[in-house]
């Protein structure tokens, strides 16, 4: 601070009669101010005392915790007229003990300092020797008593002592909380060193420990308890801008590494500036990796770093900035995309299929380093051909197991957004890129780091997140979170991995996994599927036993993959990616029924309740063979197999193969579908049709309203009526069996097919209406012994699916939205029995599966009021490309362009975070 003109000319006719101009550094009480000598290097202090009067005493830590009453108004009556201020010291005499001068103070305005005191009732006169000041010390005593200011008032005196609060709360966490995201105004009490204050909360009087967010400064107790370089001059530029000065505080964080000693940390804010800034620009400090990521202004703290270190200004002199290595690459950041995560190949290594061309990329988090697992130890034999039997132990300590179960359990088979940030060449042209991983806004890492789990590492190469992933590894160290804990405390798993355990360990296993059950009847244990040897063999892993086995589907076998040279087997290739896909680290359930002489384990699979031999038969990927009769679900096998033969799918398509080419990965049904994968209806009638079943927000099933159909449900409705089931004997029936089951809700009897056979109930589909249920088994009666009249019926329930548009996913946010949103619809705009709804077939995909065009009369569509709510949009292939230009579909695409487009302005539901269409689209 300056002054004004007329204060310089003040000072300088004081400095001609001998008493100089000095700039009030500190108030330390209402009697005792720091003086320092303006512009003079290096810098001169006088500490001086107020002579003739006596102030109330401030409260003191150890002696005295409270303030005398008036203590804390008298000290700020003086600093909020004096910090920062020139005054002029007339010294009277020196106490030497003290280090201390005793003598008047004058403002710029030639007022004495201990009379104004006085004359506020916030000091008293001292009876001392008389001086030239005497008189008018007591003359000011005297009218502050008589209008009765100050102490000399009738207020109690304890309305006037502050309830200062010295130590932060047990609970600092809670305080930090509560602070952290807001700017408070706080006044600075002490500077420990350059970055490091201590500051009073106001108006609440508590005092905290304050440490500047993203700055380091010089100790003040370095090596030998000297001082480090240029402390001394980073503590007296922050004293000289801060100290006792009412600042701003943006509260971010709060560090208890050292327990005795926890402080909080923020910034200390003039508008979009920093005092950090200042101090990094004069080097005389520099970035705390620690703390830097939670710092809302690091870019700025870097750029002050950089700009002194250039500069070559105080700690920085002498200081080269580094050459880049020249082996290493620049940064090779690629765009954002989007992957479905696969496989975790370890604590911080995953891999991905890039949603937009189906490739597989093994990527590793970006400045993240997770434990790895110990070599295998070899416990029995080699397992060769004429070998003992093998049995290998896996070791994982010191937390590389729970680093990669922290990854898998929330990322396989998750859509994530994969961002490159480097990339590492290796040996023979391989390399491995180094990305950030975000799923569902999160960055993988960062939530891996503040679990304990892994470590942030910085270096030349580094992620442009490693600031908050630096600030995430301090919070999970002050946590003594994971591998931050205490010596010793760290979990250690070894799992017993059978290779070739051998007839002997087969059976000795085999009874802990059948744990009391029986070969026809095992229970089933929580497995891990490890790998995918092949869609019918798989390895495990059973926490219940700490062991890994191979399993293999009992009564299931698959086409071959062709090794050395030899080509593979018809759709070998696709059945390999579709369960590397779907299967690959996912949680399961097995039950172990047996084993074979190699020392592989047979049973079934379950992943997520379905039956994985069921799936694959089903999809027409694999076989039964003579041993499915083995398999407790041998009927569902079967009926999964007659449905992938009736539907002629992938292995039990044409001869040869040519009607359909093998199942096909996500990214390649894409490609085949924009190269004409469906086939366009042409010039398809309206029918009008009653929804009686919604699957999902895309499926229904509706019965048709032509005559043909009345005549047919009626017949159907005579059949049933006529029948006396209390005559009839109960069958044992299989799946697929055409059946005459009572619905539940009504009672009624409808004709039903058998989908699933249990002990007690039996599952069936009313193929005249669409709907499932399980039911008692003295509920179902078979068809054949009825009335053959109504097994050769044709079922009355038609399946169709709403064309060009891709609702949100059952599984998503909106997923359900979606569902009612399509319900809400055909209530809205039916009136059984006769209907309102109608529809047209506008193409058939390749399983013969019919996407219609689901509207009123009136022309309102299921397609259009879906897209207007925000809970379906446009498959891409039919706003731009060869599809987009089908003549019978324009003016129905053009429709649902514009109801896409207003939802997307809208920002409505599936687009309430903008744009979501991306290279990985649809099918």
């Known amino acids: 601070v300056h002054g004004t003109l007329s204060e310089c000319l003040f000072f300088f006719g004081m400095a001609m009669n001998g ?60 600093r909020k007229n004096l910090i920062g201020k020139m005054v002029t010291f007339h010294h009277e005499y020196s106490v030497d003990r003290l280090e201390r001068e005793f003598g008047q103070v004058f403002t710029a305005q030639k007022q004495n300092v201990g009379v104004l005191l006085v004359s506020e009732g916030l000091a008293e006169v001292k009876k001392t020797k008389e001086n030239e000041f005497t008189a008018k010390l007591e003359e000011a005593q005297e009218q502050a008593r008589k209008a009765k200011k100050g102490k000399w008032s009738a207020d109690p005196s304890s309305h006037h002592v502050r309830n200062l609060i010295w130590d932060p709360p047990d609970d600092i966490a809670s305080l930090a909380d509560n602070l952290t995201g807001q700017t408070y105004k706080v006044l600075v009490e002490q500077v420990l060193n350059g970055g490091l204050l201590r500051v009073l909360l106001l108006p609440s009087y508590q005092m905290v420990s304050l440490g500047l967010s993203g700055l ?59 005092f950090q800034a200042e101090l990094l620009e004069r080097g005389l400090g520099q970035i705390a990796g620690w703390s830097i990521g939670k710092a809302t202004h690091a870019a700025a703290l870097r750029a002050a770093e950089t700009k002194a270190k250039q500069a070559q200004v105080n700690k920085w002199r002498g200081f080269q900035m580094p050459a880049a290595r020249p082996e290493a690459p620049p940064p090779e950041r690629g765009a954002p995309y989007e992957a479905r995560v696969i496989q975790i190949n370890s604590g911080d290594t995953i891999t991905v299929t890039r949603q937009n061309d189906g490739a597989v990329v093994k990527v590793t988090l970006a400045s993240c380093r997770a434990n790895k697992r110990d070599d295998e130890e070899v416990l029995e034999g080699g397992g060769g051909k004429g070998q003992p039997p093998k049995v290998r132990a896996i070791p994982y300590r010191n937390y590389s197991w729970e680093s990669r179960e922290f990854l898998r359990e929330r990322l396989v088979g998750e859509v994530v957004t994969v961002e490159q940030e480097y990339f590492r060449a290796g040996e023979g042209g391989e390399g491995r890129a180094y990305c950030t991983i975000t799923h569902k806004g999160k960055n993988v890492a960062k939530d891996l780091i503040a ?24 919070d999970a160290q002050a946590a003594k979170l994971g591998i931050h804990g205490p010596p010793g405390t760290a979990p250690e798993l070894r799992i017993t991995d059978f290779v070739r355990p051998g007839q002997k360990k087969c059976q000795q296993y085999l009874s802990f996994f059948q744990g009391g059950g029986t070969t026809q009847n095992p229970p089933r244990m929580r497995a891990i599927i490890e790998a995918v040897l092949n869609p019918a063999r798989y390895r495990l892993y059973i926490p219940s036993q700490r062991c890994s086995i191979t399993l293999g589907l009992t009564g299931v076998a698959t086409p071959s993959i062709g090794r050395d040279g030899a080509p593979s087997e018809p759709f070998a290739h696709e059945g390999m990616v579709h369960a590397r896909d779907e299967y690959t680290h996912r949680n399961a359930e097995v039950e172990v029924e047996s084993f074979d002489s190699y020392g592989a384990f047979f049973g079934s699979l379950f992943v997520n309740k379905q039956n994985v031999a069921v799936a694959i038969l089903k999809m027409g990927l694999g076989s039964m063979t003579a041993n499915a ?66 699957i999902d927000a895309s499926t229904v099933y509706v019965q048709l309203h032509g005559e043909r159909n009345r005549q047919i449900l009626g017949a159907i409705r005579d059949l049933l009526a006529d029948i006396d089931v209390s005559k009839l004997p109960q069958e044992r029936l299989s799946v697929g069996d055409i059946v005459v089951a009572r619905f539940t809700y009504d009672n009624q009897l409808y004709r039903a097919r058998v989908t699933r056979v249990d002990r007690e109930r039996i599952g069936v589909f009313y193929i005249d209406f669409g709907n499932s249920e399980l039911v008692g088994r003295d509920r179902v009666y078979s068809a054949a012994e009825v009335s053959r009249a109504i097994d050769r019926m044709p079922a009355q329930a038609v399946q169709l699916a709403l064309a060009f548009v891709k609702p949100a996913a059952t599984d998503t946010e909106h997923g359900t939205d979606a569902t009612r949103c399509l319900r809400t619809f055909i209530q809205d705009h039916s009136a059984p029995p006769d209907g309102t709804l109608q529809y047209r077939v506008e193409y058939i995909d390749p399983s013969k599966k019919k ?70 689209d649809d099918m």
């Open 19 to 78: 008493e100089a101009p000095y700039l009030v550094k500190a108030v330390n009480s209402a009697d005792t101010l720091v003086l320092l000598v303006p512009n003079k290097l290096p810098p001169t202090e006088r500490v001086v005392t107020l002579s003739g009067i006596e102030t109330p005493k401030l409260a003191r830590k150890t002696g005295q915790p409270k303030d005398e009453p008036y203590a804390w108004e008298a000290r700020e009556f003086v």
């Open 216 to 274: 380091q400064c010089p100790s003040m107790r370095g090596s030998g308890g000297n001082p480090e370089p240029f402390a001394v001059e980073a503590r007296f530029f922050t004293e000289r801008a801060l100290l006792h000065r009412e600042v701003n505080v943006l509260f971010e964080g709060y560090d208890n590494r050292v327990a005795q000693n926890p402080y909080l940390f923020g910034s200390i804010v003039n508008g979009d500036k920093t």
């Open 451 to 474: 679990a304990g789990l892994a470590r942030a590492m910085g270096g030349q190469e580094r992620s442009q997140h490693f600031d908050s992933l630096k600030a995430a590894e301090v």
């Open 629 to 694: 009769e083995r398999n407790r679900y041998n009927m569902n096998l079967k009926a999964a197999q007659m449905e992938a033969t009736r539907e002629k799918r992938n292995i039990w398509s044409d001869a040869g193969g040519g009607a359909v080419q093998g199942r096909m990965s996500k990214s390649r049904m894409r490609r085949e579908a924009a190269a004409g994968g469906i086939t366009a209806v042409a010039s398809e009638p309206w029918a009008p049709c009653v929804v009686t079943e919604i």
């Open 851 to 920: 996407f219609v065009t689901l509207q009123t009369p009136s022309g309102l569509s299921a397609q259009e009021f879906e897209i207007s709510n925000g809970l379906a949009r446009l498959e891409s292939r039919f706003i731009e490309g060869e599809f987009a230009e089908v003549a019978a579909w324009k003016d129905g695409l053009t429709k649902l362009k514009a109801a896409q487009e207003k939802a997307k302005i809208s920002r409505v539901n599936i687009w309430q975070y903008g744009e979501i269409y991306s290279d990985d």
